[in-house]
Nanobody, 128 residues
């Protein structure tokens, strides 16, 4: 069964960097976009970043746009989230997601409903 697996989470001090990875295992997906979401304790899951699979279009939440970068491996189905200048408020479980609907619109890429596959999440903890 095809699934997404996140890795790279951990505990860091504020100002440091982490890179998250999301690999596709157990098969392949014909996807139109992938994204990262996060959910802090007691909070709703929120959009972080998205990347259109065929092209170079990316999208970021306002509160991470100047610090995070989403990218994809040219030779595999792996995506990354480079997180720089981390802040305590970035503490959350980070999830990657894949949209496999060929009819999806990029305008919906910030919404959870647009995604069909989700990983189990990886914890990122930023201490002050």
């Amino acid at each position: 069964q095809v699934r997404l697996e996140e890795s790279g989470g951990g505990s860091v001090q504020a100002g440091k960097a982490l890179t998250l990875s999301c690999a596709t295992v157990g098969g392949t997906l014909s996807r139109t976009a992938m994204a990262w979401f996060r959910q802090g304790r007691g909070k709703e899951r929120e959009f972080v970043a998205a990347i259109r699979w065929n092209g170079r279009i990316v999208s970021y939440a306002d509160n991470v746009e100047d610090r995070f970068a989403i990218s994809k491996d040219r030779n595999s189905d792996t995506i990354y989230l480079q997180m720089d200048s981390l802040k305590p408020e970035d503490t959350a479980v980070y999830y990657c997601a894949a949209d496999v609907d060929v009819n999806s619109h990029w305008e919906a890429s910030r919404t959870m409903a647009a995604y069909d596959y989700w990983g189990q999440g990886t914890q990122v903890t930023v201490s002050s």
